[in-house]
């Protein structure tokens, strides 16, 4: 049965690093078949699209936050991390990872629009302050 | 980016009725549109993928539609379990973007 858990600290002081990590058990983040992705959700607001990775390390990252954003994995561990830079107030939000499906060759042309979010964490919250 | 537009925001609805919800997108996204449900405190749970195809072990009663840039989720007869909020999310191009999505509460 497919689990995603992340980890990492509920609190944040601003314009620290955010590190989290979600460990995935009952399939394997090296599967061809699936990127990996990291969403959140302010407090009582709707969903964002952080980035994706892929087993191969190729990754997506959404232009709002991609400066700040690095997505790695660890195959060896069956898990992959979230780093989010100069974090304020407006980053406190719960941080879910999920399994993206491709919608077709995902080594040769990425996720592609037939991708879809088909498992999600039960998310953890970030609270940013000092 | 493309916007998600979703309506209403929230919908006030009693067990057995048929309740439709909309996404509109601001260009088109062909049948790229996804729909998830959400509960509080829970993370968001996948219905419908390629604006109308059932995920696996999702009830019947909900059924998608649309292309182009205006989709529907349909409930045919909502069941108590069925009180959430929906959002609909496109994949046809990077950023992914959700609506705001639509409160389902009980009448």
């Known amino acids: 049965q497919l689990q995603l858990q992340e980890s990492g600290p509920g609190l944040v002081k601003p314009s620290e690093t955010l590190s989290l990590t979600c460990s995935v058990s009952?399939?394997?983040?090296?599967?061809?078949?699936?990127?990996w992705g990291w969403i959140r959700q302010p407090p009582g607001k709707g969903l964002e699209w952080i980035g994706n990775?892929?087993?191969?390390?190729?990754?997506y990252y959404s232009p709002s936050l991609k400066s700040r954003v690095t997505m790695s994995h660890d195959k060896s561990k069956n898990d992959f991390s979230l780093k989010l830079t100069s974090m304020t107030a407006a980053d406190t939000a719960v941080y879910f990872c999920?399994?993206?499906?491709?919608?077709?060759?995902?080594?040769?042309?990425?996720?592609?629009?037939?991708?879809?979010?088909?498992?999600w964490s039960q998310g953890t919250l970030v609270t940013v302050s000092s | 980016d493309i916007q998600l537009t979703q309506s209403p925001s929230s919908l006030s609805a009693s067990v057995g009725d048929r309740v439709t919800i909309t996404c509109r997108a601001g260009?088109?996204?062909?049948?790229?549109l996804n729909w998830y449900q959400q509960k509080p405190g829970k993370a968001p749970k996948l219905l419908i993928y390629?604006?109308?195809s059932l995920q696996s072990g999702v009830p019947s009663r909900f059924t998608g539609s649309g292309s182009v840039t205006d989709f529907t989720l349909t409930i045919s007869s909502l069941q108590p379990e069925d009180f959430a909020t929906y959002y609909c999310?496109?994949?046809?191009?990077?950023?992914?973007?959700f609506g705001q999505g639509t409160k389902l509460e009980i009448k």
């Open positions: 999310q496109q994949s046809y191009s990077s950023p992914y973007t």
């Open positions: 260009r088109s996204i062909n049948t790229y």
């Open positions: 390629a604006a109308s």
């Open positions: 009952g399939d394997s983040i090296s599967s061809r078949t699936y990127y």
């Open positions: 990775i892929y087993y191969s390390g190729t990754t």
């Open positions: 999920a399994r993206l499906l491709c919608g077709g060759d995902c080594f040769l042309s990425g996720p592609g629009p037939l991708a879809f979010f088909d498992f």
